[in-house]
Nanobody, 126 residues
Framework: VQLVESGGGSVQVGGSLTLSCVAS?????????MGWFRQVPGKEREGVAS????????KYADSVNGRFAISLDSAKNTVYLQMDGLKTEDTAMYYC????????????????????WGQGTQVTVS
């Protein structure tokens, strides 16, 4: 499984960005959970959002709920993270992740669910 993120950059407070993650090497309609995480230096990786590849069970961290939206385009094997109302505390390296789950209820944005990770894309809000 290979995950390649894009879409990061610098944006002003209150602005928007859309991150993309192209996934290859997994069966798109199988029981995979896709997630977005973020990490700042010196801190643990934080789960942001997750979704099953069937498009069910969307989960968000409290810190982004109502501002971020995770979505899929199965035709493009791509998962997106739409980020609106960005705050300085959203500044981080953002990572895409994939993990096999046998029950959709297990798809949550916690690191132990995910075995595959992208290289990350930097988001800076100032």
């Amino acid at each position: 499984v290979q995950l390649v993120e894009s879409g990061g950059g610098s944006v002003q407070v209150g602005g928007s960005l859309t991150l993309s993650c192209v996934a290859s090497g997994l069966v798109w309609y199988s029981r995979y959970c896709m997630g977005w995480f973020r990490q700042v230096p010196g801190k643990e990786r934080e789960g942001v959002a997750s979704i099953t590849v069937a498009g069910e069970r969307l989960k968000y961290a409290d810190s982004v709920n109502g501002r971020f939206a995770i979505s899929l385009d199965s035709a493009k094997n791509t998962v997106y993270l739409q980020m609106d109302g960005l705050k300085t505390e959203d500044t981080a390296m953002y990572y895409c992740a994939a993990g096999r789950v046998y029950d959709p209820s297990a798809c949550t944005p916690v690191t132990t669910v995910f075995g595959y990770w992208g290289q990350g894309t930097q988001v800076t809000v100032s």
